[in-house]
């Protein structure tokens, strides 16, 4: 398989998850297949997504950054890949809290605040900018090599699934129907093979572009999983405690996995 066959293939699974969170919610015994899962989903996402940053995807930055570079000092050699991630993490930080300020993984409680259907398409357009760079961090670690690519791809995979439920969930509470809310889990998936596919084409073109689309697509990916997973979580250990070791069973997964693809 050829690289971008490699990006393709992997960035169509992942699209194709949030389509299948939509459908969890506006398919056949919907109510009864909604609530367990995603919360184990996200407790699970978020400590496979946090390992994954900072045990795979921050030491293949700095060996990046510090292959080609002349610094006899380390912290200087990766001044530009460290502004890089703070910038993925605040232009999500933006997004989310100006374009779509009710985003919040699991169901949407505030009919209220998205019941115009404005606020809703607005919420997905946000949305579709978050899963963007899902895309763009599963094609930046696999340029980087496939067991970056592998984890990566598994860490976004995780949290595919809620952010299509939420997609379907934002839709209905806005009084759009069970077609139009699938419809959104489409679009959403789209934007994240878009994401794929954009930095496969940059890669083409600019060799080294992928030393500057992993820093801040693990920006993004922090963001996703500290600012975004972790207080769901929070949230929910309230009900079930559980979800909390959750995180930490999605911490082991990632060691695991790292040890099986090493092996």
Do not use: C
């Not at 989903?41 to 946090?50: C, D, E, K, R, V």
């Not at 067991?147 to 809620?162: C, E, Q, R, S, Y």
């Not at 139009?180 to 934007?191: I, R």
């Amino acid at each position: 398989m050829t690289v971008f066959g490699e990006l393709l293939f992997f960035g169509a699974l992942v699209a194709l998850a949030n389509v299948a969170g939509g459908w969890l919610l506006t398919g056949p015994r919907a109510a009864a297949r909604e609530g367990r899962l995603l919360r184990y989903l996200i407790a699970l996402g978020a400590g496979f997504m946090l390992a994954a940053i900072f045990i795979e995807i921050l030491p293949e930055v700095v060996r990046l950054w510090g292959r080609d570079t002349a610094q006899p000092e380390p912290g200087r050699a990766v001044l530009g890949a460290m502004t890089l991630l703070l910038s993925g993490y605040l232009l999500i930080h933006l997004f989310e809290h100006t374009v779509a300020p009710h985003f919040h993984f699991g169901a949407e409680t505030h009919t209220e605040a998205m019941l115009p259907p404005a606020a809703a398409y607005t919420a997905i357009g946000g949305l579709s900018i978050h899963t963007f760079f899902d895309g763009v961090s599963v094609a930046a670690a696999f340029l980087v090599s496939q067991k970056v690519g592998l984890l990566v791809f598994v860490a976004i995979l995780l949290h595919k699934v809620p952010e299509g439920f939420t997609a379907a969930s934002i839709m209905l509470a806005s009084g759009r129907t069970s077609r139009q809310a699938l419809m959104a889990t489409v679009v959403v998936g789209a934007a994240t093979l878009f994401g794929v596919l954009s930095v496969a084409a940059l890669h083409a073109r600019v060799a080294t572009a992928v030393v500057y689309a992993l820093p801040f697509s693990a920006g993004v990916t922090l963001y996703v999983a500290a600012s975004d997973l972790i207080p769901e979580v929070n949230h929910m250990e309230r009900k079930n405690p559980v979800i909390s070791v959750i995180v930490f069973a999605g911490v082991a997964l990632f060691f695991i996995l790292h040890l099986l693809i090493e092996g």
